[in-house]
């Protein structure tokens, strides 16, 4: 019962931030952006993030805003100032901070659901929302061995910073990296090979499907959450959200 | 500074352009799904491990001119090695892992990231490979191209995409991120290149053969292409009088992408050595 009121747990947060990723798109005006931003670093202080250590995570959104920023010159309006030599129009300015903030938010709000219930639980949640189990074993495995691989490779760096030669050129790089590549490729199918062995000597049946991964049956809780999400999504439409 | 650009966030595509790239991206997830069902019991770890090993192998960055880097994707590489529909499992696997954990791309976002990147960089870049392999190019060639194509490729998809959903204009996006796409793939291409001639060394029965169903799979996405860069410029954010060039950018630069394939194919012609047979 409580493993299945800790799976509920890990579900609304994924069903919430889902639900917050469809709203975000809802926000239109650059003070609503900042209502956003005020809302969501709330909830980050109230779930016990430091809020230096958020939003230090969140200036991984940073790069991805940077598309959006040609819209400043091209968004039709008199200019308000000059950058470059090029005029800058208000609604341009507005639309970029709206573009960068929605960016910002949507980031936000899947690091605070990575944060509260952390990468294994999320996954289970995808699970229950109804991902083909396939694809999610597929993901609990990623995620098992991806400390490994990644360790497999810093080896391998490390053994070619040390034994390879001090060539300048970008050939010789970039066939030095491909066989780096290849190799971690070699021992990743050697790995999922001692893998597949391993769970066939435990008993894996045809498929070799992970133990966990039969989704349980949906019971009262998720009907109820299934339905506010709904809900909330209809009188988000029925508001004439501008999606 | 990493480059992201084919990442599309969320937060940058309106719910109606997003809804499209599902569209497109899950029917081609079920196909390859049930088609990587040939190897069943070998499915799960296989995939797992290689979508681990697509995620290291992306911490893998190179310079790029400008003083910024490129990483590697190896969407491409994935995909030739392993097959379009094992490909397309394990490129989505990492896609869905970087959305939901660590930031990179949207969930909102990921049917189109899927279709850049899984499709047009995997599928059409091993078309690419499988094609240039069969007229007589070298396996490093055919890698190369695979990998610089398909990088190509899915940055022009990426900024027909960003233009639809009125986010980054076509006649900014355009030259911007094909000239610094255009550049890391040389870098992709380099890296696909160089794992599949060892690969072929040390293990060439892990060099699979061509499939006629992944080939026309790969050109029925080159067509899906083709047919976006056909559509009016008006879609793009673009005015009816513009010329031709702004007209049909799209059209182009996949024009300009393909006259550079027959050259390579033509130096390939000249410069390739007569295949020995036993």
């Known amino acids: 019962m409580a493993r299945r009121g800790a799976g509920l747990k890990s579900t609304a947060v994924l069903a919430c931030a889902i639900l917050g990723l469809l709203s975000i798109k809802g926000l239109r005006t650059p003070q609503e952006i900042v209502w956003g931003l005020s809302a969501v670093a709330a909830l980050s202080f109230l779930a016990g993030i430091p809020p230096l250590i958020f939003w230090r995570r969140s200036l991984l959104a940073l790069p991805f805003c940077l598309v959006a920023f040609p819209l400043l010159f091209t968004h039709p309006g008199p200019p308000v100032a000059e950058l470059f030599g090029w005029g800058i129009s208000a609604g341009g300015l507005s639309q970029v901070a709206v573009i960068g903030g929605q960016c910002l938010l949507c980031f936000q709000v899947m690091q605070l659901a990575v944060c509260l219930k952390g990468p294994y639980e999320l996954v289970e949640a995808v699970a229950r929302l109804g991902c083909p189990s396939r694809l999610v074993d597929v993901l609990r495995l990623c995620l098992r061995y991806l400390g490994l691989v990644m360790e497999e490779l810093g080896r391998l760096r490390r053994a070619r910073q040390s034994r390879a030669r001090k060539e300048p050129g970008l050939l010789f790089r970039a066939r030095v990296t491909g066989n780096l590549v290849a190799t971690l490729f070699l021992r990743s199918l050697e790995r999922a090979e001692r893998v597949e062995l391993a769970m066939k000597s435990r008993g894996a049946q045809r498929g070799l499907r992970l133990s966990s991964s039969s989704p349980s049956p949906w019971g009262v809780a998720e009907f109820v959450l299934l339905g506010l999400t709904l809900t909330g999504l209809v009188g988000a439409w029925w508001n004439d959200w501008p999606w | ?278």
């Not at chain 2, 990921?110 to 396996?139: E, K």
């Not at chain 2, 690969?199 to 892990?206: I, Y």
Request: proline share 6%; net charge neutral; hydrophobic share 55%.
């Open chain 2, 1 to 278: 500074m990493i480059l992201l650009a084919l990442h599309i966030p969320d937060g940058f595509i309106s719910l109606p352009v997003a809804l499209a790239g599902w569209l497109l991206a899950l029917p081609a997830m079920a196909v390859a799904l049930i088609r990587s069902r040939d190897v069943e019991d070998r499915f799960i770890p296989l995939s797992g491990l290689l979508a681990a090993f697509v995620f290291a192998a992306q911490t893998l960055q190179f310079p790029v001119p400008g003083g910024t880097s490129g990483h590697l994707v190896g969407a491409a590489l994935v995909t030739i090695l392993l097959g379009p529909a094992m490909g397309m499992v394990v490129i989505c696997s990492v896609l869905f892992l970087e959305a939901l954990v660590f930031g990179t791309g949207g969930l909102l976002a990921l049917g189109w990231n899927s279709v850049n990147m899984a499709l047009v960089m995997g599928l059409l870049g091993s078309t690419v490979y499988h094609g240039l392999h069969r007229r007589g190019a070298s396996l490093t060639l055919a890698a190369f191209s695979a990998g610089w194509l398909g990088t190509a490729f899915g940055s022009l998809v990426t900024c027909l995409e960003l233009a639809v959903a009125g986010t980054s204009p076509l006649l900014f996006s355009l030259p911007a991120m094909m000239t610094t796409q255009s550049l890391v793939g040389v870098g992709e291409g380099l890296v696909t290149a160089g794992a599949v001639s060892y690969l072929a060394r040390t293990r060439p029965d892990l060099i699979p053969k061509e499939s006629s169903r992944a080939t026309a799979a790969g050109y029925f996405v080159a067509l899906l292409i083709l047919l976006g860069a056909l559509l009016p410029p008006e879609v793009y954010g673009l005015s009816a009088e513009q010329t031709l060039v702004r007209r049909y950018p799209g059209l182009v630069v996949a024009g300009g992408l393909g006259l550079v394939w027959v050259g390579l194919g033509l130096a390939l012609k000249l410069f390739s050595r007569p295949e020995v047979k036993p």
